[in-house]
């Protein structure tokens, strides 16, 4: 009998453990914003992205992902962080893999790196406008053939790709302007032309690759209001800005995309109301 009592002792505390971990991970998941949002400092709005990096297939999620969940629960890709001018960002970063890192070098932030197991905390106030590519800037430097590495040589962390977009709060737009930037014809129409105050939306496709990280799309004196960057060939990004400078302003692509395009100029002439 006494035998049996400890069996059921026994059994009852391992289900207990199984059950219990799990259930633990997920309360501290669920609870560590708290931790996050004390740390930032504030200024406009808080927002708190928690960023889980996944090698396979390579991505950032905003789903929670805790290893034992990975397997049924398909995560969602994250690509798009959008906030406003003067918002606090704050991004915790964990991985359930491999080490992956966290990069926007449009604002020089990263490489953050993380480890399985581990939580990195950001936060930075968005203070200028525009479009910014964010990505994983880990390189694989797996040599053997692990696990592992066969998942990171396989899927990669090229694949950790977004933009972070810091819009101005504008109302509609005044005038609407689409500009197509390809090594041809560089910035296509190469003027483009807005009045004092007026809110500009701002269209650019892309036909190029440029030298692998897209085009950009930037205008002299207007570098913290529109600052497009990393547009994909065959992607377009749209954009708001206020042109409240008059005068002729250079267009120029802010991301390196090679001779032609690095090259190419448009201007961005803004007259009297
Ligand atoms: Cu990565």
């Not at 069996?7 to 199984?18: L, P, S």
């Not at 007026?198 to 036909?207: A, C, F, G, I, Q």
Request: with cysteine.
């Amino acid at each position: 009998m006494n035998e049996k009592i400890r069996e059921i002792v026994v059994v009852t505390a391992m289900i207990a453990g199984f059950i219990g971990a799990p259930v633990f991970s997920h309360y501290y998941e669920a609870h560590r914003d708290n931790v996050a949002v004390a740390a930032a400092p504030k200024s406009g709005k808080v927002h708190t992205f928690h960023l889980t990096g996944i090698a396979k297939p390579g991505m950032w999620t905003l789903d929670s992902v805790e290893g034992w969940n990975y397997w049924w629960r398909k995560p969602t890709r994250f690509s798009e962080m959008n906030v406003t001018k003067g918002d606090t960002v704050i991004i915790t970063l964990t991985s359930i893999d491999v080490q992956h890192s966290l990069k926007i070098p449009a604002l020089g932030i990263g490489p953050i790196e993380v480890d399985p197991g581990h939580l990195k905390t950001i936060s930075f106030v968005a203070d200028r406008a525009g479009s910014f590519p964010f990505l994983c800037g880990t390189v694989c430097s797996c040599t053997g053939t692990g696990f592992a590495c066969t998942l990171v040589k396989k899927h990669g962390h090229e694949g950790m790709t977004g933009v972070l977009t810091v819009t101005e709060q504008l109302g509609n737009p005044d005038v609407k302007i689409a500009v197509t930037v390809s090594e041809a014809k560089g910035f296509d129409p190469p003027e483009i032309k807005a009045k004092v105050g007026d809110v500009v939306e701002l269209t650019v496709n892309s036909k190029s690759n440029g030298v692998g990280q897209g085009v950009g799309f930037c205008i002299s004196e207007y570098e913290t209001k529109v600052d497009i960057q990393g547009i994909a060939n065959g992607d377009s990004r749209t954009f708001k800005f206020r042109a409240d400078k008059a005068g002729s302003f250079s267009i120029y692509s802010s991301t390196k995309a090679g001779e032609k395009i690095d090259a190419a100029a448009g201007s961005f002439v803004v007259g009297p109301k």
